[in-house]
Each structure stands twice: as C-alpha cells, then as structure tokens.
C-alpha cells in the first residue's frame, strides 16, 4: 500500500491543476490491517474522502479460508478509527458463498456489518478463480462448496435483511444509504469515458478500452522517457458494440437503463434494435419495460448473465 | 496385349498392412518418384488417414518389367476394409482375375477378411497368399501358414512371407502376380463392349468420375455410351489410366482398367456394379453381380440453425455426388424443424457422412438416433416400411412387426467362447454353429438382429475378449419380433425425434437409461425440466432437472469489462451447440449420445 506522502504526491498535482468539483469523490481501497487513526488523518489531508475496506467477513475461519492475513478486530478498529477521523462515506467488501458458510454464518456477518453503520456495502459471491489455492482446495475435495441453490437463497435473503436495514439496492452487488453510491462505479455502469493512471490500469476513451504496461518498471520508464503510458488494445468498439457494452454495463444497475439516454448518446432505441431479445426476455421474467426505462427483474439479478449474452453483438 | 495385363487386388484386414503394401508395389515399380513416396498414398481423404481404414478404392496401374525380361501392366484395385462396405469390395473383386490375401504374421485371418476371401473365391479369383509384418517380435508364419492351408485351402509353400515395412519380399510379390493371376480372357473381333463401374467419383472439373474394367470389346474417346441400369446415355469426353496420376488415353482394350468421364452429373448415374456398352452394338445383357446397395441404417440430420436447411440440402447433394450409396429425402420433425432422413450402408458410412459434412461444407449439425427398417404389418393385412421411428403406427392397428436380422461370423481365440456367447444371448441372439479353424481357434456363428450389433456391439465385443475378436456379418432377412416405440417427452411435449424402437423386454431397461442420461447432459434452464419416457400414453420413466439458480457476474467494474464480456460471449458461442425445443435447449449431441448407454 502507498505510503501516507506518496498520495499526496499523486493527488497534490491531480487537485492543483484540475478543477475538481466540490463533490468529488476520491476514494483509497485498502486493507483492514493497513490502515491506523494517524494514517487515515494523513490520508484525509492529502486529499482522500473515501475509503473502502476489504472486510470480507467477521469470523475467522471464513477469513483464513480466503487467505486473508487480518482478523475481524482489525475491521472493527479501523472502522473505529474512520469514524474517529471524521469519514463518514466508506464502503466495506464482503464476501458470501464461502464453502461451509450456513446462512446464520452469512445473517451474523451481515448484522456486524451493519452494525458499523457504512454508507456503502458490497456483497460479493466468492468466485473461486481458476489456478487460485481456494480453487485448487476445492477440486482436492478439502472444501465443499455451497450449492447454487443455497448461493441464491444468500444472495436474496440477504439483500433482503439490507433493504430492511434501510439500504438500497442499485446494483447487481451493491447496496448504499441514500446518496451513498459510488460515484466512481458508476461511471462503469454508466458506460462513460475512463481514464486509468499506473502499471496495469484500465481507460475506456471514446470506443476503445485499453490496458497501461502490467510491468511497473516498464511503465515507468515509458513515462519518463515520452510522457505517455505504454498501453495495449483491449478492445476496439463500433457502434453495436459500444451500444451492447453500454447496455450490459447499464443493466447492471437495478435502475436499469434509459431509453432516451441511448437515444441521444447512440441514436438508437434500444426497443427497435433489440425487439425480438427483449419480448424473449420479458416473457421469461428477467427483465421488465415501460416506455422510458429498461430494468432487470429482482429475479435477473441473479441470473443476468441470460440477460447479457443475449444483448452482445 | 491382354496376355501382359493383371488386375488384381488386395484383400486384408484393418491394420495389416494392405496400404503400405500397396505403397512399396508403387514404389517398387517406379510408379511414384521418390518425391512423390508418402505413407498410404492410395488413402487419399483426410478421415481415412485418421481412422487407418480405406473407406474409397482407387485403382492404380503398375508397369512392371519381369524376371522373364518382359514388361507386363499390373492393374491394382485396392479395396475398403469395413463390412459397411462389402458390396463394394464384390465389384472390386468383379474387375480382377486374382487377389492378394494378406494377412497379418501375429494376429491371424479376421472374420472380415475370410468373408471376403470367400467372396473372391465365387468369382474364381486366384488367390495368392501372403504374410506380412514378418519382422515383428510376434510373427507366427508357421501358424499361420497351416491355418491359411486349412481354412482356405492355400498350400502351404505358395504363400509368400514379407515385410512391407522393411520392403521385403515385394519381387516376389509381383513375380507371383505376373506367373499366378490370369491375364484377363481374350477379347473376340466385333463383340459389343462391355465395362463394369467398380467404383465412382465426384470430380468438380469433369464431373462424375467413373473407374472402369474393360471387359469385353473397346471403349475410345469421343464415342456414344449408355448405362445399361438406366439406359442413360453420354459421350466420351476422356478416358485414361491412373499410373497413378490420371493419364488420358485414346481408347481401352478388354482387360484394361482406367478411369472415363463423360460429362455425367451425379455419380448415382453411374451406379458401381452397372455395366456400360456403347449405344451402336449395345451388349444384350448386362455383366451379373449388379444390385442396387440398399442402405440399412437410417437418421436423421438436420442444421441447428434451421437457416441452413438449403446449405445442407446442398452439401448433402455434393457428397452424394460422390457416393451413390447414401441416400437422403427431407423430412420434418416437430423438435427440429426440416432437416433430411438419410440412409447409410452402416455406421461407419455414417460417421463419415456426418463429418465430411461438418469438415469440408463447416455445418453444425444435430443427428438423430441411428434405426434400422422395420417392417410393420399392419392389422388390415398390408406392410409397412418404417425407417424413422415417429412413422410407427398406433399399437391398435399393428398386427405384428418384424425386423433384419444378422447372420454375424464371429473368430475369436477358445479362452473367449463363453464371453462371446454371452453377448450374443444379451443382444437376443440365436445361435447357429461353432467350428474350430485351428486348435485353438473358433468361428462362432449368431443369427442376431442389426439394430442389437449397430450400436455397441463390436466395442463390447472387442473389449471382453480383450481384442482378439474379429466380427463379419451379412443381413439374412426380416424375422418376427416384439418390438415396441417409446417416447421422450421433455416438460410433457413428445420431442419425436428422440423416439424410438425397442424390444418389449428391453423397453423398461433402456427408457430408464435415456431419461437418466438426458438428465445428465441437458443443463438447467430457467425452467424446471421433466424427462419422461412414455410408451403410448403409459410413463415408464421420470427425472427432472431443477431450474437454475445463478448465473451471475458478481463482480464487474472498469478493469475487468473486456474479461467478463469474453465469458458472455463463451456463453452466447455455447447456445450455438444447443436446440431450442419448446422451452428447453437440449444439447446437439443429446440426440445421438442416448446410444451410448450400455457403455456406462
């Protein structure tokens, strides 16, 4: 993690020669274990207004079977400490589905959670990613993991108890007081231009997406030596495709996309250009219409890849 | 000339050596330059070089100079080695005056090849014996020799022992060829010509494609000729011989053996076995042997994407340009939509419809399960024909149904006679006779329905007599038996084109089957899914397969878009594989792996 004066060294040139809007959002990921009252103060000096904690879960065991290095006192100290240095928008990451988690081990992190009163949660179904330990233990049989059944019973039940809690829901895996969304994010969703700074970050400009040198020496080199980063193609968008992008990313959020909005930014109705996929996907009860907006059903969010494919080029 | 000519071909199982025989008889005589030498030359297409069979005959002239000092031309009509095929080995054998039985030093004579030896044997071939792979650690010449003397009747001291690997003992070979096969009859001054088709190809240039043996008179370029099956008539555009590359010549002589083009559109006009004679002098009656190859087994096949219906109607019309034998008529299911029935000689031949299809036209195809022709009798006397198992009649008006029969030729080491007999009784076998060929080797002989050997009979035969099984058979008839239909019905619509025939006895056992390996290999859908198998009205079989739960990308954001959208479109490249069946997608390869159940 960067130290407290490297932010500053990043931000200070970031808020000196843009001219950044009073409601700014920058926000600093971090880990549990990295973060302390003195660090978060400096942190906030140099600009960062925003935190988000990769809490994952409140119990041991879950913890150690991700591979986390820290234990659930260290989220409640540093939320502790956030509260302390007067942040008050933070988001933590958890993570369900993890193998032998019971739903009340799920309620219980959940309830913790919550109880750290966070303007922003993210609720993550593990993905055990190919070639990772988890993913190799899994295959050995050491874990069993959960069924879909019993993800998707987690996965609903506990939006649920979220939407009691008084957080809404705006995304397929996010969740926040009023207000609270995160405004970074949503400019994925949104499909809107992107710039990425540093080894490996991701921009989207205009219709392409390209990805900066993985190698950090390299990358730096290339800065230094002409002022621009060494990026390669990801992808290379025309008109269909950059209208499908928008609508995937757009439907991620449960406020679904506006009809108007691809209107004016693509000239295209997305009822003329996807008729046929849209009646499909009505009739199968994954998506819902009316004349200005199109929304994925609460019973989508957890299947909206059927939604997806269908839309892609 | 005739007396310099000798045509003659090569009999011999899978994997003993036929092609790289026929490979040094080429080299040897200087027909392919050294360059030109490749492995199996004769095994032109791509699939047989794969599966090491020979499914096309092409026949090969050699110009050999003798130890006698004189020249002398060797016609060699190579032959395909599957008894789907077996017609065709017959009308190779047609065009020769002899053959070489070659057979393999440590595996022995196969019932294939026996089958075969005796068919050269009734069209008075000489047969000249020969033992190959004679280098290998396992060779048993002397075994074998005396097993080849009892069985066929060939003396011990003519059979000739090489090793077409190492290039041994190929003089000798064609010394035997020239001194032992007869030259082909001689012709007599003004006898009407007479050619008999033994094979046919589709060329894109020329069209069909004949290979011809000259049997009586003359045939030249430029000339009147007719198709004595269908009276047809066209000119001669070329004529030549294949040494081995196609060479025109001016006229062939009767004896000789070449190629012929005549601006023939589809190969089912010239008809492999059909005799050809010009159209002034026509011969009064065809050479015998001709029958029309009746296919026996039947599927259908149909485009997953039911835009390509014409596609495959035209791929379908190109190969058969190419293959007489295969036959195709559309027909419509109501789970799949227009597609075609097609006829094969077996399943081989199907296997290899099927994947030039998919290779040389780029078709994704669904292929139903295989069935044989029923023959159904109906309760107002008349008989019904059913090759596709939704045409069955309604139990109330079959009076009572029949179906081909086998008679397969089974050789196998003593040790395995119980496990073979054993597998006969489970596949409603009758058994005919058992007679030993050596001491210690049997032919076994089983009267057994086609439809019980098509599936997986000769793997489970391979595999419980640990290989040493070799399998022949012939169709003997149609014969009595209880047979009934079963349907599937997925989420309670009947999806008619997993339908399908089955013995009474066998019904319960094998609609369970189905229904529990669809369950494993259709994935779940949005909906709940309910396999049945039903005969008439009657459930005899249930699974289902619960509606899916997730299918989610939890987390997606700036970094990661490009990633997460190669995944949908893996997913969207994965429906492409599936039908759309009312509201269940069913996997392509549903409909034929349902055969694949006694395997498990």
Redesign the interface.
């Known amino acids: 993690m960067l130290h407290e004066r490297q932010v500053e060294a990043l931000l200070e040139p970031i808020i000196k020669e843009c001219s950044l809007s009073p409601q700014v959002e920058i926000t600093m990921e971090a880990n549990p274990l990295n973060l302390d009252l003195q660090k978060i103060e400096a942190l906030k000096l140099a600009g960062i207004n925003r935190f988000s904690l990769g809490v994952q879960s409140f119990q041991l065991r879950e913890l150690e079977l991700l591979g986390r290095m820290h234990k659930p006192e260290d989220a409640f100290a540093t939320v502790e400490a956030l509260h302390q240095a007067g942040i008050r928008n933070f988001n933590l990451d958890l993570i369900y589905g993890i193998p032998n988690q019971s739903w009340l081990d799920w309620l219980s992190n959940l309830k913790k959670a919550v109880d750290l009163a966070p303007p922003h949660l993210s609720v993550?179904?593990l993905?055990a990613e190919p070639g990772t330990p988890l993913a190799q233990s899994l295959d050995r049989g050491q874990y069993l993991a959960l069924c879909?059944?019993e993800?998707?019973r987690f996965y609903y039940q506990g939006l649920e108890f979220l939407q009691e809690n008084g957080y809404e829901h705006y995304e397929?895996?996010n969740v926040c007081r009023q207000g609270y969304q995160s405004r970074h994010?949503l400019?994925?969703w949104d499909a809107e231009e992107?710039l990425?700074l540093g080894a490996?970050?991701?921009s989207?400009i205009g219709n392409i997406?390209t990805?900066n040198q993985n190698s950090l020496e390299a990358y730096l080199a290339e800065v230094l030596r002409s002022g621009h980063m060494d990026r390669e193609i990801?992808?290379v968008m025309d008109h269909r495709a950059l209208v499908a992008?928008a609508i995937?990313?757009g439907l991620?959020k449960t406020g679904g996309i506006s009809r108007e909005l691809f209107v004016k930014r693509y000239g295209v109705d997305v009822m003329d250009q996807y008729g046929a996929v849209i009646k499909d996907l009505i009739q199968?009860n994954?998506i819902t219409t009316d004349n200005h907006r199109i929304k994925i059903t609460a019973k989508g969010?957890?299947?909206?890849?059927?939604v997806?494919?269908?839309f892609?080029p | 000339m005739q007396e310099k000519i000798r045509n003659f071909s090569i009999i011999a199982h899978i994997d003993h050596g036929k092609s790289t025989l026929a490979d040094r008889l080429m080299q040897f005589t200087g027909a392919l330059t050294e360059r030109e030498m490749r492995d199996q030359y004769l095994d032109k297409m791509d699939l047989e070089r794969e599966k090491g069979i020979t499914i096309k005959l092409q026949p090969v002239r050699l110009n050999y100079k003798a130890r006698d000092g004189r020249d002398y031309i060797l016609n060699l009509i190579d032959t395909p080695g599957h008894v789907d095929f077996s017609y065709e080995v017959s009308r190779s054998l047609a065009a020769c005056e002899g053959a070489l039985l070659v057979v393999d030093a440590s595996q022995g004579i196969e019932a294939q090849t026996l089958a075969n030896v005796y068919m050269a044997m009734d069209l008075n071939l000489e047969i000249i014996g020969v033992i190959n792979k004679i280098d290998l650690p396992g060779a048993e010449v002397q075994k074998i020799k005396e097993v080849m003397e009892n069985v066929i009747g060939l003396p011990e001291e003519e059979i000739i022992p090489i090793s077409a690997k190492l290039g041994q003992g190929i003089e000798e070979v064609l010394e035997a060829i020239v001194q032992r096969v007869p030259p082909p009859p001689l012709a007599e001054k003004g006898e009407p010509m007479q050619a008999l088709i033994f094979d046919s190809y589709f060329d894109s240039y020329r069209g069909a494609i004949s290979y011809i043996r000259v049997v009586a008179g003359e045939i030249k370029k430029g000339e009147m000729i007719k198709m004595m099956a269908n009276g047809k008539s066209y000119e001669v555009a070329e004529i030549g011989v294949l040494s081995p590359h196609m060479t025109p010549v001016e006229s062939l002589q009767a004896g000789e053996v070449g190629y012929l083009a005549a601006g023939i559109k589809n190969v089912a006009d010239i008809k492999v076995g059909d005799t050809i004679t010009k159209t002034i002098n026509p011969a009064l009656k065809p050479l015998p042997g001709y029958k029309e190859v009746k296919p026996v087994v039947f599927c259908g096949i149909y485009p997953l994407d039911n835009n390509d219906f014409e596609r495959l109607r035209e791929a379908l019309e190109k190969l058969s340009l190419n293959d007489a034998s295969f036959v195709f008529e559309p027909e419509n299911s109501v789970a799949l939509g227009f597609g075609f029935r097609c006829g094969f000689l077996g399943l081989l031949h199907l296997e290899i419809i099927r994947e030039r299809l998919e290779r040389e036209y780029g078709m994704n195809l669904l292929t139903t399960a295989p069935s044989v022709v029923f023959k159904v009798v109906l309760t107002n006397g008349t008989e019904m024909m059913v090759q596709n198992p939704n045409l069955w009649p309604a139990t109330a008006k079959i009076d009572h149904v029949l179906e081909p029969y086998v008679k397969a030729s089974i050789m196998v080491p003593e040790d395995f006679i119980g496990a073979v007999m054993q597998l006969c009784q489970e596949k409603r076998g009758d058994f005919i006779t058992m007679e030993y060929l050596s001491t210690d080797r049997v032919i076994i002989k089983y009267r057994l329905p086609l439809v019980e050997i098509l599936y997986d009979f000769f793997d489970a035969l391979k595999s419980r007599t640990r290989g040493y099984a070799s399998l022949d058979y012939e169709i003997i008839g149609y014969f009595r038996s209880e047979l009934m239909k079963v349907d599937i019905l997925l989420n309670g619509e009947i999806i008619d084109a997993l339908s399908f025939i089955v013995h009474s006895e066998k019904s319960y056992h094998r609609a369970r089957g189905i229904v529990a390996k669809l369950r494993k290999i259709i994935p779940r859908q949005m909906y709940e899914v309910v396999i049945q198998a039903a005969v008439g009205s009657r459930i005899i079989a249930r699974e289902s397969i619960k509606a899916m739960r997730k299918d989610v990308i939890a987390k997606c954001y700036g970094g990661d878009i490009t990633r997460k959208k190669k995944l949908l479109e893996k997913q969207k490249e994965g429906k492409k594989k599936m039908k759309q069946i009312g509201n269940v997608e069913v996997p392509r390869d549903a409909f034929i792996s349902v055969l694949e159940l006694d395997n498990e």
Do not use: K, P, T
């Open positions: 993550y179904l993905q879909e059944d993800e998707e397929i895996s994010n400019i994925y992107y990425g490996s970050a991701v989207f997406r990805r990801l992808e992008d995937i990313m991620r199968m994954l969010y957890f299947l909206s890849n059927q997806f494919y269908r892609l």
